[in-house]
């Protein structure tokens, strides 16, 4: 089979974004050796380039310019993840956390002067929220704006050290605004978190009076991104600078909002921006994608010792080492993509102009967004490291792309959402539907909800589970009854450790900081099962044969080596015996061998433009694309 097949299936819904970007930004090349001014100069053109584009604009409200396209633009910034991260985050900073600030948390009056030129360009701005002493903590951030009913205006001060800004993308040389989160006093009462919009720069590129703009320097990596700090001494702003969708000061000062619950009207705020979230982990998988295809391209050409019945060398991606190494990562990088165009599609039904509001659809949008994207991201960590060795030495020099990718996606993890904070967040929102789950089962269900729980103990301690129910590993439907079984189990024992909590007097911080690692592991057992459904019913979706038939192998490969990184739990809890685990290995062997003749077709399949591809890394490889007519 062709990649051209494969490639039609990845692109997905929003395959005309991805083609547009191919032909749009195929091309271009930035130079992150460059000194770091010259390189922030560069990606910034970049930047000018792609608003040009107007690709940016399909994000945004048709109303002023814009094409109402939520998961188009998603779709279309991912793809920037297969030339210059620094771009991509540049660009997620503009229009995704500044722009989306902006949409997403203002209302008419600040649409009307502002969101055109945030969509053109030619105002750019940052997303001051991370303070030095809050990061994940961003209910309890520092900075204060505090109303002056004399003067009709907000007071945005910086307190102290830890409430400076801090990380700031675009602060350092570019921006000439900034969306900032501060605590909103008036009439000498805090209600909570709120989000500003405050010139900093003036329009020949000066700090604006009372803002101090510092740069964090050099960094690992993303050095195309002027990442500052900012400090407000006093700084006086219109009381319309607050971004009033969800609340509103009065010139009175008196402070109004349909949300009553301060900690609900917080939360409610921050899920409006959950596409940034679901932007970092498609950057990632693309960096994924472009490492992987780096590392078994040159896999499959370089050669290393003879085979003593030939006495010539051998291919390394013919070692089953090598295979072993990249295929089960690129077998779960496919799982990823798919889950990312999934919940991407359930973004933009959430978050389409005309969508009707729904709290239930958009918290489950906010567990998984968290979940994949932690997961995503520490995929991805791991997997550019892994092909990195996998190149050996040339995987090593900076011409051959893989040490920026791997520098560039490290921040990955931490930002957007710490992936251990994010994981604790998703723990809790299954323990809490868990919860209701239970809560809503009347006295015969309690019953047997009981009754189910003592049979699996004693499943568990007599091992009865794995003799009762064995199955072929690779086959799906036994490969998703022990995902769901781990998934499962880890949540109802960690419900019953919780439980304690409720109890009068106890110690809930305690009781909690006891059970983190049982928080962690419910939370990655829930996305390792969502993660595969989506793979599935992606492979369900295609209905040419050939294709079908290869997406059914990737997919058994990512689920039987999902269930060998767990083989220790397995057995453990009585899901499989010890024998049973060396048929877990044994599939994976198998299968990498069954695609390994498949392996350079199904990276093709991700259509990285070959110019974002050049390196010495790839010098005398015989393409396998089909040459166009």
Known sequence: MTSTALQQVLDGRWSGAREEVRAQLGA??????????????????????????????????????????????????????????????????????????????????????????????????CFAMTETGHGSDVQHLLTTATFDVATDEFVIHTPNRAARKDY??????????????????????????????????????????????????????????????????????????LLNRFADVAP?????????????????????????????????????????????????????????????????????????????????TYALHFAQED????????????????????????????????????HATHSIQTCREACGGAGYLSENMLPQLKADTDVFTTFEGDNTVLLQLVAKTLLSDYARRVGRLDMLGKARFAADLVADTVAERTGARAVLRRGDVRDRTYQRWLLTEREDHILAGLARRM?????????????????????????????????????????????????????????????????????????EHAYLTATGTKAVTAAVNALCGELRPHARTLVDGFGIPEPWLDCPLLDGEQPSRPTPA
């Open 28 to 125: 271009l090349k930035l130079d992150p050796d460059l000194p770091t001014d010259d390189y922030r100069a560069q990606v910034t053109e970049a930047l000018h380039q792609l608003a040009g584009t107007r690709r940016p604009h399909q994000g945004f409200d048709p109303a002023y310019g814009g094409e109402g396209d939520v998961g188009g633009v998603v779709t279309a910034f991912e793809m920037l993840g297969y030339g210059d991260l620094s771009l991509l985050v540049k660009a997620g900073v503009q229009w995704g956390l500044f722009g989306g600030a902006l949409q997403n948390l203002g209302t008419a009056r600040h649409h009307d002067r502002y969101l055109r030129d945030t969509m053109d360009g030619t105002l750019l701005g």
């Open 499 to 571: 439980r304690a909590a409720l109890a009068p007097g106890a110690d809930q911080f305690g009781i909690f900081n006891a059970a983190q690692d049982h928080l962690l592991e419910a939370a990655r057992a829930h996305v390792d099962r969502i993660v595969f459904d989506a793979f599935a019913t992606a492979v369900d979706g295609v209905t040419d044969p050939t294709t079908n038939a290869l997406l059914e192998r990737v997919l058994a490969l990512h689920g039987v080596a999902t269930i060998e990184r767990e083989r220790a739990w397995f057995v």
């Open 252 to 332: 009175d000062g008196t402070y109004s909002s349909e949300i009553a619950s301060e900690s609900r009207r917080f939360f409610t705020m921050l899920g409006t921006l959950v596409r940034g979230r679901i932007s970092v982990a498609g950057g990632a998988g693309s960096a994924a994608e472009k490492a992987l295809t780096l590392a078994i391209r040159y896999g499959a050409t370089r050669r290393q010792f003879s085979d003593p019945a030939t006495g010539e060398e051998v291919v390394v991606l013919d070692y089953l080492a090598h295979q072993r190494k990249l295929l089960p990562a690129l077998a779960t």
């Open 168 to 241: 700031i993308g675009g602060a350092a040389r570019d921006a000439r605004m900034a969306a900032v989160f501060a605590q909103l006093v008036t009439e000498g009462t805090s209600h909570g978190v709120h989000a500003f919009l405050v010139p900093i720069r003036d329009a020949d590129g000066a700090a604006m009076p009372g803002v101090t703009i510092s740069d964090c320097g050099r960094k690992a990596g993303l050095n195309g991104v002027d990442n500052g700090r900012l400090v407000f001494d006093s700084v006086r702003v219109p009381r319309e600078a």
């Open 343 to 378: 919940l991407v599609g359930r973004m933009h039904e959430q978050q389409k102009f005309d969508a009707v509001p729904d709290e239930g659809l958009q918290r489950e949008l906010e567990t998984r967004a968290a979940g994949i994207k932690a997961i995503g991201t520490w």
